[in-house]
């Protein structure tokens, strides 16, 4: 059984005055199970993200953490339980459900024989964003990202930090209120992972939701509101961080750890895993 560190809040908080009242909470993931044939790589997860919450979703490889998230994205349908984004079935609105998301992937998904500006035009008509709104849109999410004076330039100029801070720009064009970020800091250089952290840290002080995966135990005890550690398929573990250090529990031989990844190590073993 899952050791949950705390009794979540099941009612979003109060939408902004003016605005229409939010009726649930940006993302909802109910008792989500998948397999792939006699393997079952999620066993009925669920967890919930508050308006403009940074919640981390850690684990070991083969954990479950890319599936949840490819279900979240609509790239896989769950084969029981569901999951909700604003609201909306990633079983019976996927369309609705990839409006309303901002992905940026592990991987660099980028066009190198365009520049900048043609990378964030061309992703941005695939969302549909006016062609009259999308130069103004560019210019923003450039500056947002420090590439600006670089937006002409052909991404092989790039560095791994500029391709990255350029990746997140495009998840930016149509102005999700939900962004799904997986590993985005993966090889960049500390200037690049800082300027990364900041623009996280902004866009859910705006309300932006944000979830968000990483390796990195110490950029989940920077960002993360509240963390839930994943292996073989469940939620092992979930709660702030100071609520998981606060963790003990016998059959696991949890003991006063000192940081997030000596709790992460004694949750998932040290067993190496190439999955």
């Known amino acids: 059984q899952a050791l949950h ?28 199970v998948k397999r792939f044939g006699k393997v079952e790589a999620v066993k009925g997860v669920s967890f919930r993200l508050k308006q403009g919450e ?14 949840i998230i490819n279900i979240l994205c609509g790239y896989l349908l769950p084969d029981e339980g569901d999951a909700l984004i604003g609201g909306h079935s990633v079983r019976r609105e996927p369309q609705a459900v990839k409006r309303l998301l901002g992905v940026v992937p592990q991987e660099i ?13 061309f992703f941005a008509s695939l969302y549909g964003v006016p062609a009259r709104e999308r130069r103004a849109r560019a210019e923003e999410v450039l500056h947002f990202a420090g590439l600006y004076e670089r937006r002409k330039e052909p991404l092989k100029n790039f ?32 200037q690049s992972r800082e300027h990364i952290f900041e623009n996280i840290e ?11 995966t990483t390796h990195y135990m110490e950029e989940a005890e920077r960002l993360c509101q509240r963390i839930a ?15 998981l250090l606060a ?4 059959t696991r031989a949890v003991y006063r750890p000192h940081g997030l990844q000596e709790l992460f190590i004694q949750l998932t073993g040290k067993t190496l895993r190439d999955l």
């Open 5 to 32: 560190a705390e009794v979540e809040a099941r009612s979003a908080p109060p939408a902004p005055a003016g605005s229409e009242a939010v009726a649930r909470d940006p993302i909802e993931v109910e008792n989500v």
């Open 229 to 243: 550690i994943m292996d073989e398929g469940r939620i092992i573990a979930l709660g702030t961080l100071e609520q």
């Open 54 to 67: 940074i919640f981390g979703l850690l684990g070991p490889n083969g954990a479950g953490k890319s599936t």
């Open 109 to 121: 998904a980028l066009y190198r024989d365009l520049n900048a500006l043609e990378n964030l035009d």
């Open 159 to 190: 560095s791994g930090g500029m391709l990255r801070r350029l990746n997140f720009a495009v998840a930016l064009m149509h102005r999700p209120r939900i962004l799904l970020l997986d590993e985005p800091t993966v090889g960049v250089d500390p």
């Open 247 to 250: 963790m003990r529990d016998q």
């Open 202 to 212: 902004k866009l859910a002080a705006s309300g932006t939701t944000v979830l968000y």
